[in-house]
């Protein structure tokens, strides 16, 4: 399916380019570079319809754009000549959308997804006949699964997440409610058998906080729904118990942003929840939130740059539904939906990039594998320094830009919290200094 982003979005920059000043990009895809030269007042790149990119003399803007062809490349503008009247950068931000990736090999849902060295780990689940071990590694990288140790205890269900590069899985289903606690190292390849949760139960979520695994609601298919919160650390292999949810509920999601976990819709027997709760672990205390738009449960959430994403779902009907919390405003902003409605499904970030795997689509078990970009930064950048070659930086708190006059190179980073604003390219307090090969990327889309 075609990349959800409208027809054609700027998602990438805008680089004032003057007139006939042999102004140039080199726009890389994939592996390609592509390189255009143009002494006339429009500049235009085109890439097979991946990649469009145009020039305006009068507005001394080029601006390129993505559709879905480009997808399964990196897309980054690299270096432009600039010349015009003021001096400026803007920081704005975009919406890109979802695209698919490679399937998993095996179909199913109930499964969970963790990351361990920008690896997704897919675990578990049921394929609509059986309770599944299945382990599938996913490397963005190459866009392929590799098939892994299988977990010991088949189940679906079940919740899992990562402390120190170790994947632990707790709890589940596989036809009695469990209290299992197994942990996988990649490094080796195996599986140990650890200190089993406290309470059995299923249909629950977990995050980690300082190298804690807290382990949050649920159900045993025969008491009411769990309020339950029960914290394992790995360094002792023991179990605590803490502070209960303020809401008993099944088929709830946890994500943890800046050291506070936020539990999220579920269940509660007899309505779907839009329910936001945030556990403290300093004070070990739950305080209500901000509910969720859509009531629902069975769906995932992940964080990038500090604004969960809750996507997915069941409701009645299966949803595609994504909707973002930002805790610093404790406010909801509905986002691209899924290409795909489900339930049942797991999600996990890599390089800022969300997958969302797996599911029930209603009628089936799929093996379904998208990927998500909330944000791409669209850089505007004007300049009265005569002709300068620019370049994009991308970094991890943000994006510098390189301003080189050939004396040496002027560096500013723009982070998130400058999105609106506008910030002075060169200043004295921006230190210059020569910094070769340099790698240049502005953003990534795939």
């Known amino acids: 399916m075609a990349l959800t982003v409208g027809s054609l979005v700027n998602c990438l920059n ?39 990119g145009s020039g305006d003399s009068a507005t001394k803007k080029i601006t390129f754009s993505v559709d879905s062809t480009a997808v399964g490349g990196r897309l980054a503008l690299f270096d432009g000549y600039l010349s015009s009247s003021t001096e400026g950068c803007t920081l704005v931000d975009q919406e890109i959308g979802w695209f698919s990736k490679a399937s998993m090999p095996t179909a199913r849902n109930g499964l969970t997804s963790s990351v361990i060295d920008n690896i997704l780990y897919a675990v578990g689940g049921n394929d609509g006949s059986y309770y599944l071990s299945t382990n599938e590694a996913y490397d963005p990288a190459t866009d392929s699964w590799t098939t892994k140790a299988s977990m010991p205890t088949a189940r679906s269900t079940h919740t899992a997440s990562v402390i120190g590069n170790i994947l632990y899985v707790v709890g589940g289903y596989n036809g009695a409610s469990l209290s299992t606690n197994e942990a996988y190292d990649p490094t080796t390849n195996s599986w140990t058998a650890k200190a089993s949760m406290p309470t059995a139960r299923y249909h629950l979520t977990s995050s980690v906080i300082d190298n804690i695994l807290y382990v949050v609601g649920g159900w045993n298919g025969s008491s009411p729904y769990f309020s339950t919160n029960e914290a394992y650390n790995p360094d002792t292999n ?47 205390s739950w305080t209500a939130k901000a509910s969720m738009p859509t009531a629902r449960y069975a769906f995932t959430s992940s964080v990038i740059n500090n604004i969960l994403y809750a996507m997915g779902g069941d409701n009645g009907s299966q949803l595609s539904t994504n ?17 795909t409605a489900r339930s049942y499904l797991a999600s996990s970030v890599i390089d800022n990039i969300l997958y969302a795997v797996g599911g029930n689509d209603g009628s089936s078990r799929i093996s379904t594998n998208e990927a998500y970009i909330p944000v791409v930064y669209n850089i505007v950048l004007t300049s009265d320094l005569g002709p300068s070659i620019i370049s994009l930086v991308a970094c991890d708190d943000g994006i510098e830009i390189e301003i080189d006059r050939g004396s040496g190179l002027g560096v500013i980073t723009l982070t998130q919290a400058d999105v609106g604003k506008t910030v002075p390219c060169v200043s004295a307090s921006v230190s210059c200094s020569y910094l070769p090969g340099v790698a240049r990327r502005l953003a990534v889309v795939s």
């Open 323 to 339: 909707e973002a919390y930002d805790p610093t405003t404790n406010s909801w902003t509905a986002k691209a939906n899924m290409l």
């Open 238 to 284: 023991t179990w605590t118990t803490k502070a209960n949810m303020l809401t008993s509920r099944k088929g709830l999601i946890s994500s943890v942003i800046n050291n506070i976990l936020y539990a999220v819709g579920g269940y509660d027997s007899v309505s779907f929840l839009s329910t936001n709760e945030a556990y403290d672990p300093t004070t070990n």
């Open 14 to 52: 805008t680089v004032g380019v003057g007139k006939n000043q042999n102004a140039f990009a080199r726009v890389k895809v994939g592996e390609q570079v592509l390189a255009a030269d143009s002494e006339q007042d429009v500049l235009s790149i085109e890439a097979g319809g991946a990649l469009v």
